[in-house]
């Protein structure tokens, strides 16, 4: 089949696209015969900012520091895989950790659900739960922190 011969099939790209959003994948790939088609959205690089402590917190809020590169930071705790992180057990139930909490090396921190199976995040080291970047039932990325033990 020839690049003239093709005629694109916009009902379909319109439904692989409604079908990423629905599912909040990045990307979806879908191959028939000759014709390929691949749906793909943009991907921001996550910003992460850091909340000060101290005599701001006592005035009503916190104070938005510069953003840093958190990956880079030796405490922090990456996301082992892409799914659907959860920071309690179940709804309702109160989080495995809080910021302050001093953890030991193997407790469980944190779940991430991937393809319906729950997998258990434990902590890699003995130290304080100093920050947390992820809400309960929000997406990650493999490799993207959810959290810094120091």
Do not use: C, W
Not at 67 to 80: C, R, T
Not at 110 to 127: F, Q, T, W
Request: without cysteine; charged residues 20%; glycine residues 10%.
């Amino acid at each position: 089949m020839t690049e003239e011969n093709v005629k694109i099939d916009a009902a379909m790209i319109r439904e692989i696209a409604a079908l990423l959003e629905e599912t909040g994948l990045g990307e979806i790939e879908y191959e028939t015969g000759d014709i390929r088609i691949r749906v793909a959205k943009p991907m921001a690089a996550p910003v992460h900012s850091v909340v000060a402590a101290g005599p701001a917190m006592a005035q009503g809020g916190p104070v938005v520091v510069a953003p840093v590169a958190i990956a880079d930071n030796p405490g922090a705790v990456p996301s082992p895989m892409v799914g659907t992180a959860y920071l309690t057990p179940e709804p309702g139930a109160e989080a495995f950790v809080k910021i302050g909490d001093n953890v030991r090396k193997g407790q469980t921190i944190a779940i991430v659900e991937a393809m319906k199976v729950m997998n258990p995040i434990h902590a890699p080291r003995d130290g304080t739960v100093t920050s947390i970047f992820i809400e309960n039932g929000q997406p990650v990325e493999f490799g993207e922190p959810m959290m810094v033990i120091e």
